[in-house]
């Protein structure tokens, strides 16, 4: 690995392109207020994908759990979501 390749992975981390360009992806999150708006820093779009799909487990195990407390439902949700995930960050 040489210079440019250091600075190649530097830029994509930070949603440059190698010329200096705001670089996109298709991911919905990007989305804000209709407007696609350019990758921030970090932004992983596998790992994005791969936390979409735990979503309906998280919601149906927060949908038998929270009973009809919308409050409760989120609390259960938000730690589903932590546990089911948990693989994708590296943890057990």
């Given at each position: 690995?040489?210079l440019d390749?250091?600075?190649?992975?530097?830029?994509?981390?930070?949603g440059?392109?190698g010329?200096?360009?705001?670089r996109?992806?298709e991911c919905?999150?990007?989305?804000?207020c209709?407007a696609?708006?350019?990758?921030?820093p970090?932004?992983?779009?596998?790992y994005?994908r791969?936390?979409?799909?735990?979503?309906?487990?998280?919601?149906?195990?927060a949908?038998?759990l929270a009973d009809?407390?919308?409050?409760a439902?989120?609390r259960?949700?938000?730690?589903?979501?932590?546990?089911?995930?948990?693989?994708?960050?590296?943890?057990?």
């Open positions: 690995m040489n390749d250091v600075l190649g992975a530097l830029d994509a981390r930070h440059v392109n010329d200096g360009e705001d996109y992806c919905a999150e990007l989305i804000i209709g696609r708006v350019p990758v921030p970090g932004h992983d779009c596998e994005v791969q936390r979409n799909e735990l979503i309906g487990e998280a919601s149906r195990i949908d038998t009809d407390d919308p409050y439902w989120t259960r949700f938000v730690a589903e979501m932590d546990e089911l995930s948990k693989h994708l960050l590296g943890g057990a």
